[in-house]
């Protein structure tokens, strides 16, 4: 049976306590219980996603997780959905950089089911993979990809700036939704070979959060996942790391059909899970969060010279984090004229570091979200699997807030004059194109969609 | 098939245990001296409390030719006070911990203000102040009006924006507000200054004719102080109820393309107007409409996207446009917005558009099953404990309530009538919603490619329209 400890309600948790537990395949158990509802989450996080990847088989770990809803030994066809929306429950996939997460929002009667369902398709996954659901899902991804990326107006900035931010080679230098091509070449034997290296026991974080009887839910998890064996086929992701900052200004120039121009950039920041982390995402938000930001108040508020501006942090543990600048200009204004503001804002940043005001502002706004995240079962599940399988360690997600409140504005500062600045990162500007005009550029932009898809 | 199904244990599929008790909550209802009614409910853990406010600014009461003045004065809310400048105001909110939405539809001005509880007086005082003596400065008014200028061309260029826009203005008579953007447009947008926001808030926003809706984990929370200190000292005139203008729609089976060229997707809206939440049929429609295309699962996603792989996923819907009191004087006059969305790539269009009609017509032709009908129940009524987990969920249904003209325990009480609605009224509900004849169809995307092969399906005339 599995061995546990539990854990006493710390500081700033907000009274919340998880329990650790692993079965003898090595599957790591988190559990919390929560009785103010008569709900369950069930989260389980595969410590695969797109940095494992290899050349040529971009998209691969997504168009997976699309196929893990296809069936598996005991359950056909879509049954796993049919099933958990049957019994009254919620439920998704969801593929990012370092992970690939599935998850069963339950009522409490039902939870049971979750388990078996998830247990089924980590064991036997295989014996319903055939060629027609693989055929259909790539499709659909597809689809996906061309309704979420390729048919909206700055729908690929995203994938731009990372192939940017992160060099040729690197895991993290394509996104998860991979390149058209690569979706077209994946095989059926690519997908069986990617169950077998990455979806073992021994590879994955269950958490299991809400109105639950801890006892009785432990013994489901080692009824139905205790015999799926371990193995340890997986290789270790190619090595994220990178020096600090870059040392040069990136620079990529857009010509689309868009509504108007953009400057959009991605800084190098440090690796989530670091005090220093933190303090990016305290000084991103006093430069970058909300309607009292500084760089809104300057381009939106001030200046007028931006319909919006703004700073968001994409937090990664495997490789730099990312703080992603986007600015949509107003009018004709031009983008060099957003540029200079926004170099001056934050040079001014670099040396003043935030008021005391700015600090509180931010802290408040980032413990409000902490306090929505860990608001739902759900959100409280997906985070301890979070801190689970990236940082080996679930209690962190109930302290996090409190790491957030410790930071200093001196440590705000320094991280914003060592990072926040023009030779530490990637740009990519917009410059709009119509429809039936500048066909040149359209072409050139085309082709560059190409050579990324190649990379 | 092959290694790893035969090497765990198996175990069959376990059943339900015994349910536990759970019912969408019952608010308190009451009111302040000022005439503000309040509806206040209990949510124990949940530390973010939420808070809406309901004003009766509905965008029939724009004045002509100035559409999206209720807009900028739901933004312009948060843009300073008499105590505040914009700056500071939208800074002080931020020190809460705050998040303060505004915008305005059909039915009137919602305002959503989410605080962890151990701010909630503070924030709600900023809410009053703002309520109660918004500053509508010059400088501010036209910086949102230009803001919202410039917003425009990014709604135009976004498919799904542009397809509800142009459905709106094939449905509805051009008299109609229901026909234009809600927004405004262009030419509206330009005409609004700070004197017509002041003016608008003037004649339409009072507390004596709105209502806030309070959700939270209220431990400790002397409440009744609270509203008497901050809400309660927004004070104003009364005023008789707007009557609602009667809601109609031409729904003549009919395409429209919004040329796109060089799209690598069509976005599909299919739509008509049906049935509000005072409507008997009501819970069969919400059965049926899932049955036909609530989920991956549903009929259009298991031909459309699970069959044939044309699409990331087709959802059908039905949103309530705009209700009035059943005791009004033209009785019940509301409807919803019925819809088919979701877009597919651009070579499949055509043969999407034909499966969707043929599931269409199957669905009239033969009836949903017992089994369907069973799987959607269990899903409407077992999902509810998680839907209504947070306090800005309860909070926000709640609101719709009161915007609807509906009692306070409808979400309650739906729950049990959706378990009483048989197969065969679902199902007259779902192919009375979406008749097969009956349809707009708005089509954003590359004409050139799309236009003949739609034209073919015979599902109405095609006409193409560019912007």
């Known amino acids: 049976m599995p061995m546990g400890h539990t854990a006493t309600a710390q500081a700033g948790s907000g009274g919340l306590t998880a329990t650790e537990h692993r ?39 997504h168009l997976f997780e699309h196929l893990m809803f296809q069936g598996s030994a005991q359950v056909k066809g879509n049954g796993h959905f049919e099933l958990v929306q049957g019994a009254g429950g919620s439920l998704n996939g969801t593929t990012s950089f370092e992970r690939t997460n599935y998850f069963e929002t339950m009522p409490t009667h ?51 700036l990372t192939a940017l931010a992160y060099p040729e080679g690197h895991p993290y230098h394509h996104t998860p939704i991979g390149s058209m091509a690569d979706l077209d070449a994946a095989t059926l034997e690519d997908a069986r070979a990617f169950f077998r290296t990455n979806y073992a026991p021994n590879n994955a974080v269950l958490s299991v959060v809400g109105d639950i009887d801890p006892e009785q839910t432990l013994g489901w998890i080692e009824k139905y996942f205790g015999s799926i064996p371990s193995h340890d086929g997986k290789q270790p992701p190619r090595d994220g790391s990178l020096p600090d900052t870059i040392g040069e200004q990136l620079r990529e120039e857009v010509h689309e059909e868009v509504p108007a121009r953009a400057l959009m950039a991605a800084y190098r920041l440090p690796h989530d899970g670091t005090r220093e982390c933190d303090a990016a995402d305290l000084a991103l938000t006093v430069l970058g969060g909300g309607e009292s930001s500084r760089l809104h108040n300057r381009l939106v508020r001030r200046d007028r010279t931006a319909v919006a501006a703004g700073f968001g942090l994409l937090r990664l543990a495997g490789a730099p984090s990312l703080g992603w600048l986007d600015v949509k200009t107003s009018g004709g204004v031009e983008v060099p004229e957003i540029e200079a503001a926004v170099d001056e804002e934050l040079a001014r940043f670099a040396v003043e570091g935030p008021t005391a005001e700015e600090m509180e502002r931010a802290q408040a706004q980032l413990e409000r979200e902490w306090l929505d995240r860990l608001g739902t079962v759900a ?37 914003a004059a060592a990072r926040l600045r023009p030779d530490n990162r990637a740009v990519l500007v917009y410059e709009p194109v119509t429809a039936d005009g500048d066909d040149a550029s359209a072409d050139e932009d085309e082709t560059d969609e190409h050579e990324g898809a190649d990379q | 098939m092959t290694d790893a199904a035969v090497t765990m244990d198996f175990h069959p599929r376990p059943t339900a245990g015994e349910a536990r008790p759970w019912a969408f909550p019952a608010p308190e209802r009451g009111a302040l001296d000022n005439g503000l009614t309040v509806l206040r409910c209990d949510r124990p853990g949940q530390q973010v409390v939420a808070v809406e406010i309901n004003l009766d600014a509905p965008l029939d009461a724009e004045p002509e030719g100035l559409d999206g003045i209720a807009t900028i004065m739901a933004r312009a809310f948060s843009e300073g006070t008499d105590k505040h400048s914009a700056e500071e105001f939208a800074a002080e909110l931020e020190r809460c911990g705050a998040t303060l939405d505004a915008h305005a539809d059909h039915p009137g001005v919602r ?36 803001n919202r200028l410039d917003e425009i061309p990014h709604e135009t260029a976004n498919p799904s924006r542009r397809a509800a826009k142009q ?13 234009r953007p809600r927004q405004g447009t262009e030419e509206t947008v330009e005409r609004i200054d700070a004197a017509g926001v002041r003016a608008f808030y003037e004649a339409h926003v009072r507390p004596a004719t709105a209502t806030a809706v309070i959700v939270g984990d209220l431990t400790g929370v002397d409440l009744d102080e609270v509203l008497a200190d901050t809400l309660g000292t927004w004070t104003g005139d009364t005023a008789a109820p707007r009557p609602v203008p009667p809601v109609t729609a031409d729904d003549t ?26 409507d008997r049929v009501w819970p069969a429609q919400v059965l049926g409409t899932y049955c036909l295309g609530g989920t991956l699962t549903s009929r259009l996603d298991r031909v459309l996207r699970e069959e044939k792989g044309y699409t990331y996923g087709v959802r059908a819907f039905g949103q309530v446009l705009r209700s009035s009191s059943p005791d009004a004087p033209g009785g019940a006059t509301g409807a919803a917005m019925l819809a088919i969305s979701g877009s597919v790539d651009t070579a499949s269009t055509g043969p999407a558009l034909d499966d969707l009609w043929q599931v269409l017509r199957t669905l009239a032709a033969e009836g949903l099953t017992d089994a369907e009908r069973d799987v959607a129940v269990q899903n409407l009524v077992g999902v509810a404990p998680l839907k209504y987990e947070t306090a800005a969920s309860v909070a926000s249904t709640l609101a719709d309530q009161v915007e609807q003209f509906l009692p306070d325990d409808f979400q309650a009480r739906l729950y049990a009538r959706l378990a009483e609605t048989g197969t065969v009224e679902a199902t007259a509900a779902a192919v009375n919603a979406f008749p097969v004849d009956r349809l707009v169809t708005v089509l954003v995307g590359d004409a050139a490619q799309i236009k003949e092969p739609v034209t073919a399906l015979g599902i109405g005339e095609v006409t193409v329209v560019t912007g």
């Open chain 1, 110 to 160: 039902q939870l049971e089911l979750a388990l078996w369902l998830e247990a089924d398709r980590m064991g036997s996954l295989l014996a319903a993979l055939d060629d027609e659901s693989m055929e259909n899902q790539r499709d659909v991804v597809k689809n996906e990809r061309r309704q979420r990326y390729d048919n909206v107006p700055y729908g690929t900035a995203f994938e731009r």
């Open chain 2, 111 to 146: 305002i959503s203000l989410e605080v962890p509880v151990s701010r909630l007086p503070k924030a709600l005082g900023l809410l009053a102040e703002a309520l109660r003596a918004p500053a509508f400065a010059d400088s501010e008014v036209e910086r949102l009006v230009r």
């Open chain 2, 167 to 179: 459905l709106s203005k094939e449905l509805f008579p051009a008299s109609s507000r229901m026909s």
């Open chain 2, 253 to 278: 089976g009919r395409v429209v393309i919004v040329d796109r060229p060089g799209a690598v997707q069509t976005q599909l809206l299919i739509g008509r107007i049906g049935a509000d939440r005072h």
């Open chain 1, 379 to 415: 959100g409280r599940a997906d985070e301890l699997c979070r801190f689970a399988v990236l940082f080996g360690d679930p209690q962190l997600a109930l302290t996090a807030v409190t790491r957030v409140l410790d930071v200093t504005a001196e440590e705000v500062r320094a991280v």
């Open chain 1, 23 to 61: 079965l003898a395949n090595g599957l790591r158990v988190v559990l919390s219980e929560d009785h103010l509802t008569p709900v369950a989450a069930v989260c389980l996080w595969y410590d695969v996603g797109s940095r494992h990847e290899v050349k040529g088989r971009t998209g691969l770990a």
